[in-house]
């Protein structure tokens, strides 16, 4: 291959980024929340710019809505009341699925009313259901939480939890 015929494609290939960077905003606006090609799901906000949430394979169903984890950490460890936290979907039998969060407290006076509490400003449909107080959770060799991990582990998400 001729290092025209290399450029050529280098850049045949940066026009179809383009073309799928423009569709991808045509879907996003007027729309909550979309999901672009690499399974991200995004949001515009008022003012325009974008948002990653979080993954949508990891995405919760609760009652026909839908509820990011990442979202819902973000505003779990904003109170500073939790050092980690994982949010997963556990099944639920009326709404599909109930959202759980799994938190490492930052102090002993932390409990799920208090973290509950903190919440003002998350909607009311994606509060945490359940409560796992645990000592940690797990994370890969690059520091990544291990999702799977905690929910295939009975220890993390035992019958013990609190629920608010």
Known sequence: ?????????????????????????????????????????????????????????????????????????????KTNQVLDVCVVGLPHPDWGEAVAAAYVPANETVSPATLKAALTYLSRYKHPKRWFSVPALPRNAQGKLNRSMVLEHPSLLS?????V
């Open 1 to 77: 291959m001729s290092d025209e015929d290399i450029l050529s494609e280098i850049e045949h290939v940066g026009e179809r980024l383009q073309t799928a960077k423009a569709e991808v905003a045509k879907r996003v606006i007027g729309q909550e929340k979309v999901v672009d090609l690499t399974m991200n799901a995004l949001y515009l906000d008022a003012d325009g710019y974008l948002h990653i949430t979080g993954r949508a394979s990891e995405k919760i169903i609760s009652g026909g809505e839908n509820i990011f984890p990442a979202e819902v950490e973000a505003a779990l460890r």
């Open 159 to 163: 019958s013990e939890a609190t629920q």
